[in-house]
T-cell receptor, first 112, second 114 residues
Framework: KAGVTQTPRYLIKTRGQQVTLSCSPI?????VSWYQQTPGQGLQFLFE???????NKGNFPGRFSGRQFSNSRSEMNVSTLELGDSALYLC???????????FGPGTRLTVL | AQKVTQAQTEISVVEKEDVTLDCVYE???????LFWYKQPPSGELVFLIR??????QNEISGRYSWNFQKSTSSFNFTITASQVVDSAVYFC???????????FGTGTRLKVLA
């Protein structure tokens, strides 16, 4: 069974730009979560989608948004990028919302 | 407020030693889930175990064991006879039923020296 895949793996953007990250969950998994990982703040929960509905959201500004498609694939968008958005963005999927999650390799975003 | 504390930032042990990683959580909710994840140097987090708040049974899986104690709000993880491949950052996480928000601890970096 293929694992969680994330594209692209690396991105370099400049301040003010916007970016879209993509995540394909494990087949059969309906829950997709997004996290931001930085050395200073650790692993922080961004939001979770289940069956195309956002179930909950972490404490991030509205510049961070996401969506989930009918095939459970998910995208995350960050608008008006700031230097502090440089991080590893991780996607994780699970069959149900309370299950352990399976993580993808992440997208490393660098904002210059 | 919900919180997960992993007070041990970094631990170094010599191969074959036993090591315990501590995790203390805070929540007023009665239904919640606790998890441990491993992040090896390659970077990809790996799910290790899930426990729900109604199941205080300890669990053993090979060299890994977990001790869940609601009385002390702790969910500790022990590696017996550690190996170099156990070197990684280990995260404890809390998930609240209802909101389903995930709260991760800051992680404990384990270094197992040959």
């Amino acid at each position: 069974k293929a694992g969680v895949t994330q594209t692209p793996r690396y991105l370099i953007k400049t301040r003010g730009q916007q970016v879209t990250l993509s995540c394909s969950p494990i087949s059969g998994h309906r829950s997709v979560s997004w996290y931001q990982q930085t050395p200073g703040q650790g692993l922080q929960f961004l939001f979770e989608y289940f069956s195309e509905t956002q179930r909950n959201k972490g404490n991030f500004p509205g510049r961070f948004s996401g969506r989930q498609f009918s095939n459970s694939r998910s995208e995350m968008n960050v608008s008006t990028l700031e230097l502090g958005d440089s991080a590893l963005y991780l996607c994780a999927s699970s069959r149900w919302v309370a299950d352990g999650q399976f993580f993808g390799p992440g997208t490393r975003l660098t904002v210059l | 407020a919900q919180k997960v504390t992993q007070a041990q930032t970094e631990i170094s042990v010599v191969e074959k030693e036993d090591v315990t990683l501590d995790c203390v959580y805070e929540t007023r909710d009665t239904t919640y889930y606790l998890f441990w994840y491993k992040q090896p140097p390659s970077g990809e987090l790996v799910f290790l175990i899930r426990r729900n708040s109604f199941d205080e049974q300890n669990e053993i899986s090979g060299r890994y064991s977990w001790n869940f104690q609601k009385s002390t709000s702790s969910f500790n993880f022990t590696i017996t006879a550690s190996q170099v491949v156990d070197s990684a950052v280990y995260f404890c996480a809390l998930r609240i039923s209802g909101t389903y928000k995930y709260i991760f601890g800051t992680g404990t970096r384990l270094k197992v020296l040959a």
